[in-house]
């Protein structure tokens, strides 16, 4: 192998950003003997018993009637946009500031995506602009709860109830988060969640769907669970004529990254509490230091997950200190902060000019397709230019939190403030 194809080897599992300060590994000796006996078990493929078990927990979780794993948490919103009959010449709505993955699956189905703006102080979408994205091509609403916190969920419902298009909610940054004491992702028609490798809950690889809607998760199973068991997940007799191999396509998960997850899952109650004592006594230190303020949360929820820490920077508290200068300083007294690890998608060139994805003129993305330019969501572009991430610490060491304040305490200070 020469050193080119072997620099190509990348690892996207979760570290702690400050191994000094944090305690927390993310997988350890149980996950490793989970995989270990589920190996000697030739548990390598299809609804095994772990596999099973990590759905019925899953289900425990969410209070929700019906839970699917499949290999990532692309794949599962692709489920649940199928679920949801999204399909050729349909519309879906998502906000601007996500992963691009979060509406992906939908011109792989034929559907266009339509971006709406975000609120500059929440960094979600903002359900106002949602209104005005809707047409009588929407079929789907993708609400994404980014970063651990949760979208307007009253507002989406109210808007959801009112046109009759579904919410998909996108969990993947929020395992566990609460609006109004119920677990994101049983609030909209159906739940999706990421286990990829530094999610809260990881199955190196791997997603889960779930949904008490019958004919959301008959669908999901026809399009990813080929060759699974036949008959034994579809709820109702309408598809049971194509078991076992549905629609052909695999989205089956690998029983030992769900072992893994099953093995997560458990710790997710203590990860949270952990990374939200930390976050909090941070965000409250923040309010006596100039330059940064805590993000909005929608009332009445409660955060999970935790998969970034951002901070909104005011530059009128900090005359004359660009973000990007905030961020070097607090760089400079060991704080790895930085800007957005996302770009707006409206920026990409994918969504921006589009694509002939299936080539020779066809599909949404190409010829009409009017992409999107600069200036299009203000709200996005605002919050943008000014959200700073800090270190995300999961079981700080003691006195751990009171030194992340006192290093941004410094770095402030060396600017002059």
């Not at 009253?154 to 109830?161: D, T």
Request: aromatic fraction near 8%; charge should be negative.
């Amino acid at each position: 192998m020469d050193a080119r194809k072997k620099a190509q080897v990348f690892v996207q599992t979760a570290v702690a950003p400050l191994n000094e300060l944090d305690r927390w590994v993310q997988v350890g000796e149980e996950e490793a003997r989970q995989v270990y006996e589920m190996t000697l078990k030739n548990e390598l493929s299809g609804g095994t018993e772990q596999v099973r078990a990590f759905e019925n927990e899953f289900r425990e979780f969410t209070g929700l009637k019906h839970a699917i794993s499949v290999i990532n948490g692309t794949a599962a919103i692709w489920s649940a946009m199928y679920g949801c009959y999204v399909g050729p010449g349909d519309e879906v709505i998502c906000p601007v500031y996500t992963w691009l993955c979060s509406i992906t699956p939908a011109p792989m189905l034929g559907a266009k995506p339509v971006f709406c703006d975000v609120s500059p102080h929440t960094l979600l979408m903002d359900p106002e602009d949602v209104k005005k994205k809707i047409t009588s091509r929407t079929r789907a609403i993708v609400a994404v709860h980014l970063w651990g916190m949760v979208c307007d969920m009253q507002a989406l419902g109210a808007i959801s109830q009112e046109s009759g298009i579904p919410i998909i909610e996108d969990c993947s940054h929020a395992h566990g988060a609460l609006f109004r004491g119920r677990v994101v992702g049983a609030i909209g028609k159906v739940g999706t969640w990421s286990m990829q490798g530094s999610k809260a809950v990881s199955a190196g690889e791997g997603g889960v769907l779930a949904t008490d809607d019958d004919e959301v998760f008959d669908r999901a199973c026809m399009i990813g669970q080929v060759n699974r068991a036949a008959g034994l997940d579809l709820v109702s007799a309408k598809y049971q004529k194509y078991q076992p191999l549905g629609l052909g396509i695999k989205f089956r998960a690998h029983p030992l990254g769900i072992g893994i997850a099953r093995v997560q899952l458990r710790k997710l109650g203590l990860l949270n509490s952990g990374r939200g004592a930390y976050i909090e006594a941070v965000e409250k230190a923040l309010k006596e230091i100039p330059g940064l303020d805590p993000v909005t949360l929608t009332e009445g929820t409660k955060r999970g997950g935790y998969y970034g820490f951002p901070a909104i920077f005011r530059a009128e508290q900090v005359p004359g200190v660009t973000r990007d200068q905030y961020v070097d300083a607090l760089r400079a007294q060991g704080v790895p902060a930085s800007s957005s690890p996302y770009d707006l998608l409206h920026r990409l060139p994918y969504f921006a000019e589009g694509m002939d994805v299936f080539g020779f003129g066809r599909g949404v993305m190409c010829e009409d397709y009017t992409g999107y330019k600069e200036g299009d969501f203000p709200g996005a572009e605002e919050m943008h230019r000014n959200v700073v991430f800090l270190p995300v610490l999961t079981d700080p060491v003691e006195g751990a939190t009171e030194e992340i304040i006192r290093r941004i305490r410094k770095g402030v200070e060396s600017l002059g403030f």
